[in-house]
């Protein structure tokens, strides 16, 4: 198969699961097989590109040219490929997660939800692999609309405000600031395309090209730097496969990789380095760290503590970008990837507990790693990683990110990850300990509790695994990401 049909069939093969999926509406076991063979197909084609993308190509293809010189345009470069290797391969997990945890929690409208599922991570595949800010734009706009029926997915009251805000801050920031800053960035360059080094050098004088990159990071509300944050814990009312989407697979990750892609290839790093346009941001990515720590330590909801604490983690990522340097750009653009892996067994953690007990807040754990030792050492495993503690992923990308802020001469960044670190570790660590150290409230009723069941325990263990293997081979990130940089 050449790399022009892979790059197009890829988004497209969720477009043609989700039709198939709404073809066998009434029968669980065909659409259920179909998201699972979609998934599987996806990663398949994704993965077939990385030989090619690896050696230093760049395949391309347009789409459309809706007017001279704009055209929605696919092009494959190392940081989309890691982005999309990440969403397809969790597109499996979490489809296996998904079938096990809906019928385990009498879930209804199942259909809508797997089709949902299914055009979220097309719209994902087709902002990893845009050639420039107009496709970019397109997709992470049809990104938010197919995953808002996912987080009105319960219909009750709830669900319906949670994703009105959801809606509500990804479009107001979208049409407002980064649709904007497309705009100025076209007037100013004349092209839109994704070009090594950046197409803005010289075009903007630098209190310009500063706020014009704020106007990036802000708009691009997927990534939830401060104070557009708030639609992450909003959408917290999801079901937990839905928030392991948001949080690990899709959305998220689809706004911080935005955000690096942005400065890597219209900004350039050398040109943000030479005249400091960044620097101002290195600093609210760094209080979006500390903030979103203290919030998530000071919550007793297990899924909100887990909630701010991706508003913290994705803030490296956005902190990496600013930093301008090589260091900055590897760290950042592996940390995509080391927390994704982490994050999605928290959330799958939290899901199986929901599953069992129907537990929801963190002082209600005492005990339960008796009764569930596998999903509770998945929470432990994962927490390691976000931590960033060897031997588990997580410790690679933040340790690029510490070299960045040296290269970048800013110390005081440095003790705002160290500090990051120690306060993941306050509220994330004492979740297992109290699971499995502190006797449980009702001996009796904990006694007769296990795990959840294997379609649920099996995708979690996959993924806690998957943090170990990132520390022992993280070479085929660190390639991938090397490529980005002088």
Known sequence: MSASIAIIAAPLTPVVGAFVIWLARNHAWPREATTIVASLIMFGLVASLYPEVAAGGRPSVVLAEPLPGLTLAFEVEPLGLLFALVASFLWIVTSVYSIGYMHSHHETNLTRYFVCFALSLGAAIGVAFAANLFTLFVFYEALTLATYPLVAHRGDELARRGARVYLGVLLATSIGMFLFAIILTWNAAGTLDFVPGGILADKMTPTMTAVLLGLFVFGIGKAAVMPFHRWLPAAMVAPAPVSAL????????????????????IFGIENLAAIGASRWLMYVAAATVLIGSIVALNSDNLKARLAYSTISQLAYIVLGAMLANAWGVIGGGMHIAMH????????????????????INVSELRGLGRAMPVTMGAFLVASLSIIGLPPFGGMWSKWYLALGTLEAGEYPLLAVLLLGSILSAAYLIPIPLRAFFSPPDDPQADARLGEAPLACVVPLTVTAFVCLVLFVYPDPLYRLLSALVP
Request: proline residues 0%.
């Open 246 to 265: 948001l949080h690990a697979v899709a959305v998220v990750k689809a706004g911080v990789f935005s955000v690096m892609k942005i400065t890597v290839y």
């Open 340 to 359: 994704a892996f982490a994050k999605i067994t928290l959330f799958l953690c939290a899901g199986a507990i929901v599953i069992v007990t129907e537990r």
